[in-house]
Nanobody, 127 residues
Framework: QLQLAESGGGLVQPGGSLTLSCATS????????VGWFRQAPGKEREGVGW?????????VYSDTVKGRFTSSRGNHMNAMFLKMNNLKPEDTAIYYC???????????????????WGQGTQVAVST
């Protein structure tokens, strides 16, 4: 059972940056695609980014974060990162990572595609 843990959330001013981490202590994430999702208060969870397994090396982003968010892999293959720049108040949400062993880029927004989810980390963007 793969266990994911997000960290790095917090309070930041508009225009600021945060880097979220998604880590596992048991296994490598090398063979998993990892999606990043967020859920704002009163809204449905939405996908913000996706990175394929190490072999694929592909990233995808939603239009709302494209150009501001970047997903990457850690050197030791047991952590993923979401670098968030130029944060806006509408980016305020709980952010989740999810891992998918048999990944299809065309289905990255489908939450049912993912095998494992983290518990989430809160990001608040406010003055």
């Amino acid at each position: 059972q793969l266990q994911l843990a997000e960290s790095g959330g917090g309070l930041v001013q508009p225009g600021g940056s945060l880097t979220l981490s998604c880590a596992t202590s048991q296994y490598t994430l090398e063979y998993y695609a990892v999606g990043w999702f967020r859920q704002a208060p009163g809204k449905e969870r939405e996908g913000v980014g996706w990175i394929s397994s190490l072999e694929g090396g592909t990233t995808v982003y939603s239009d709302t974060v494209k150009g501001r968010f970047t997903s990457s892999r850690g050197n030791h293959m047991n952590a993923m990162f979401l670098k968030m720049n130029n944060l806006k108040p509408e980016d305020t949400a709980i952010y989740y990572c999810a891992a998918d062993l048999i990944a299809d880029e065309s289905k990255w927004l489908g939450e049912d595609e993912y095998d494992y989810w983290g518990q989430g980390t809160q990001v608040a963007v406010s003055t």
